[in-house]
């Protein structure tokens, strides 16, 4: 989740289009925004990364943490 003129979100979607393209994750930037519902759920709240549509991570993104986290779910979904 995102939205324009956030400098939080403008680092977050650096870091999210480097691990995307290193075929970690599949990025989808949504402007909270666009729609009410999205404005009310997250407020200021942003930038804030899902993984598997669950919260993730929320304003400052680490790259290292979010790799961690996703090589751990693409570890787990392996052994199921």
């Given amino acids: ?3 324009k003129g956030c400098c939080l979100c403008e680092d977050a979607e650096v ?4 691990t995307a393209e290193k ?6 930037i949504i402007d909270v925004d ?3 519902e999205l404005a009310a759920r997250f407020g200021a ?3 804030v990364l899902l993984i598997e549509g669950a919260v993730s991570m929320k304003h400052r ?3 290292r943490e979010l790799e961690e986290r996703l090589n751990l779910l693409m570890k787990e979904q392996r052994t199921c």
């Avoid at 870091?15 to 480097?18: D, L, S, T």
């Avoid at 075929?23 to 989808?28: Q, S, V």
């Fill in 1 to 3: 989740m995102s939205r």
């Fill in 15 to 18: 870091i999210a289009r480097f």
């Fill in 23 to 28: 075929g970690l994750c599949r990025l989808e």
């Fill in 34 to 36: 666009r729609e009410l």
């Fill in 45 to 47: 709240d942003v930038p």
């Fill in 61 to 63: 993104i680490n790259q």
